[in-house]
């Protein structure tokens, strides 16, 4: 070391700090940079879902505010399928059939004393599960090839589609299934008695279909006595040219006016019935 020059020795100075600089870095700074980087992207990482978390937690007002809306409104619209007036809770909750069976015998009476139907059989059917089916309007639409090619705008097509919208849309849905149980009644009684318990049926407040009626006799002729023979008077000139006036029978002996009589009918009667939805839990 005595023997080297000055410059030799600032040049081994320098060497040795640059050493002890880049040892210094590897063995203290490098560590600590590299920790830094993990810890940025972790913190962007974490940000990043955070935001997405905030997001979703910002939101959950307004979809608690939505899901309330569209419980409300499902709930308004399934109202007359939640049928405890005719069927109560008993097949939903008790599974009772007896006692269910009761409640629709005892929701059914009042029309039939109204419209003063004589029942001659009553007849409950098994509770089951059934589909409700869509009730929408098919148009007829046909196309041919001169048709199609005279359409040359489009129109025809667009209007074809506006008119099948309604059928394509409801074909896709599903339909929905729903408890059901039929009510088969033999009754006597007038036209009239028969109408009046048909209406007592349409507008009743509760999810039913009158799936059949037959009526032994159309014309309701049953019980009216016969009536007396239908008599014209028929006016005649003798050869004298004097008028002669003379009653006729024209149509022989009538059974009275038809409508006024009675008849055996047959009625059936669907019930549907649902459970009524549960409050959503929304965790308030």
């Known amino acids: 070391m005595k023997d080297m020059s000055y410059r030799d020795k600032m040049v081994i100075l320098v060497i040795s ?4 600089l880049v040892a210094g870095f590897f063995a203290l700074i490098k560590p600590k940079y590299d920790k830094l980087v993990t810890d940025t992207n972790t913190y962007e990482t974490t940000k990043t879902e955070w935001d997405g978390i905030k997001q979703k937690l910002d939101a959950i ?14 709930k308004s619209d399934a109202s007359i399928f ?17 006692k269910a069976n009761y409640i629709m015998d005892q929701y059914v009476q009042p029309a039939l004393d109204e419209s003063n139907l004589q029942v001659t059989a009553l007849d409950f059917g ?8 869509y009730y929408y309007y098919a148009p007829n639409v046909v196309t041919y090839s001169l048709l199609e090619a005279a ?9 074809l589609t506006e008119e099948l919208l309604a059928q394509t849309t409801i074909e896709e849905k599903e339909t929905a299934e729903m408890l059901g149980q039929n009510i088969a009644l033999k ?14 049926m349409k507008s009743a407040d509760s999810a039913l ?30 050869e004298e040219g004097n008028e002669v006036v003379t009653e006729e029978v024209v149509q022989g002996e009538s059974v009275g006016e038809a409508g006024l009589g009675t008849s055996e009918m047959e009625l059936s009667i669907t019930f549907y019935n649902a ?9 308030d």
């Open 17 to 20: 700090i640059i050493v002890i």
């Open 61 to 74: 007002p307004k979809l608690k505010e939505t899901i309330t809306g569209v419980y409300n409104d499902a």
């Open 82 to 98: 939640v049928n405890n007036k005719a069927f109560g809770d008993e097949v939903n909750q008790n599974f009772d059939t007896r």
């Open 126 to 133: 098994t509770a089951g599960t059934v589909n409700m089916e």
């Open 151 to 159: 359409d040359v705008n489009g129109n025809y097509a667009e209007t």
């Open 187 to 200: 009754v006597t009684g007038t036209k009239e008695n028969l109408m009046t318990f048909l209406e007592a």
């Open 209 to 238: 279909n009158v799936e059949e009626v037959k009526i032994s006799d159309y014309q309701f002729m049953g019980g009216v006595e016969e009536g007396q023979p239908t008599v014209q008077q028929v006016v005649t000139v003798d």
């Open 275 to 283: 459970k009524e939805i549960d409050v959503p839990d929304l965790g």
